[in-house]
């Protein structure tokens, strides 16, 4: 039988993002971005003006961001010790929603944190990646672990056997993003890798049944 296999997200979940993503926007880009607020370009607006910026300016600083400033991207606490231990009872991989020509900046950036880890890119929901991922791994069981509840509810659709974790290791945005356990399409929510590491050593190693049953 095949090892268990942890498909997890990189931002939020592995390495801080978006309060660097913030930080960088207002030192070299003119644009302050309250991470409090809704969606991404709504809530980013020029210094001195009322008006959020456009959808396809927020996707051109956000691209700049991870075209230029991944160095400035650090782990979450806990993230790289967790995963650590996980490798010792099972396969783990990253499915991260980047543009595929940055999946070697990814795994060079993960392994510069202690997490030398094989990274999926992707683009729009996860699930069908997901699927895909399983397809080549065949594992005696899966856990999902991703910091946006529409991730989770791409999963349940399409893989509904794998169990899901929601974390989101930042705690600026934590408590304002929608909570997939609540929903009904993830398992779990805990929002910090040291009481999430029991969660995931109990879901991959337990005995359960086989997911391809």
């Known amino acids: 039988m095949n090892r268990p296999l942890l498909i997890t997200d990189c931002d939020e979940v592995l390495l801080h993002m978006i309060k660097h993503f913030r930080d960088w926007l207002a ?9 409090t607020g809704g969606e991404f370009y709504k809530s980013m607006r020029r210094f001195g003006s009322d008006a959020p910026l456009e959808q396809a300016e927020m996707w051109a600083l956000l691209n700049r961001f991870f ?12 993230a790289a010790e967790a995963i650590a231990a996980i490798r010792e009872q099972a396969d783990v991989v990253v499915l991260t929603n980047l ?5 070697e900046a990814r795994e060079r950036q993960l392994e510069h944190h202690g997490m030398p880890l094989r990274v999926f890119t992707n ?3 996860k699930g069908p990646a997901l699927q895909a991922i399983l397809d080549e791994y065949q ?19 399409v893989s509904p056997h794998v169990r899901r974790l ?18 009904g399409h993830a398992d779990a929510r805990i ?6 590491l029991p969660w995931l050593l109990d879901s991959l190693t337990k005995e359960k049944e086989n997911i391809h049953e």
């Open 27 to 35: 030192e070299e880009e003119g644009v302050a971005f309250d991470l």
């Open 67 to 78: 075209d230029t400033q991944m160095d400035r991207q650090t782990p979450i606490a806990g």
């Open 99 to 103: 543009m595929d020509f940055r999946r």
């Open 123 to 125: 683009q729009g929901p």
């Open 139 to 157: 594992p005696s069981r899966a856990v999902f672990i991703d910091d946006l509840s529409q991730h989770h509810g791409s999963v349940f659709e």
């Open 166 to 183: 929601h974390l989101c290791g930042e705690p600026q945005i934590a408590p304002n993003i929608k909570c997939a356990l609540k929903l």
């Open 191 to 196: 929002d910090d890798w040291a009481s999430a």
